[in-house]
């Protein structure tokens, strides 16, 4: 969180589109926080996108568009159940594919769907954030209230980024 991953991700987009590339943007339901429907950065940058609960829904999309794209981009891809899958097939499939994820918990514990997708990455930039207790690289979320479930969506009223000295990870 705050590390600037959806900027990085909104920085490629507009890369590819100097590039001439056709691309498709995925953003996960859940994630409504600044918009509904578009990806958008803690600093107000964005881009519209296809509002998808599973990473089957993806198929959809590419299918009803009239060119297939280039390349296909996913915002917070933890947040999507069966994402992984996808992404290789499509990867596998000649589409260049660019995510933007979280990759811990703020148990520390890898999330499953990031773990395999991980493994056919050819390029992985991993963006820190600043730790709000030392001011130091921050590579981890800290929950700063009890609830129940793994993901919940939330901004800095939820969670604020730490750095290994000052995470408390959930056992």
């Not at 950065?41 to 280039?70: F, N, R």
């Not at 995510?99 to 395999?116: I, M, N, Q, W």
Request: one cysteine or more.
């Amino acid at each position: 969180m705050m590390s600037s991953k959806t900027s990085r991700l909104l920085m490629s987009l507009e890369r590819f589109k100097h590039q001439k590339k056709a691309v498709m943007v995925f953003k996960p339901a859940l994630d409504d926080r600044y918009h509904a429907t578009d990806v958008v950065s803690h600093s107000g940058w964005h881009h519209p996108a296809h509002v998808i609960k599973t990473g089957a829904d993806i198929l959809q999309p590419l299918a009803d568009a009239e060119h297939p794209p280039d390349v296909v981009a996913v915002d917070e891809a933890f947040m999507v159940p069966g994402i992984a899958e996808i992404l290789v097939w499509l990867y596998r499939s000649g589409m260049h594919v660019v995510v933007s994820t979280l990759d811990l918990s703020y148990a520390g514990k890898p999330f499953r769907e990031v773990e395999k997708l991980m493994a056919h990455a050819t390029s992985i930039e991993k963006c820190t954030a600043v730790c709000t207790e030392c001011g130091g690289d921050a590579h981890y979320t800290h929950r700063k209230a009890d609830v129940p479930d793994e993901i919940n969506v939330g901004g800095g009223e939820l969670y604020e980024p730490r750095c290994w000295l000052h995470f408390l990870p959930i056992a």
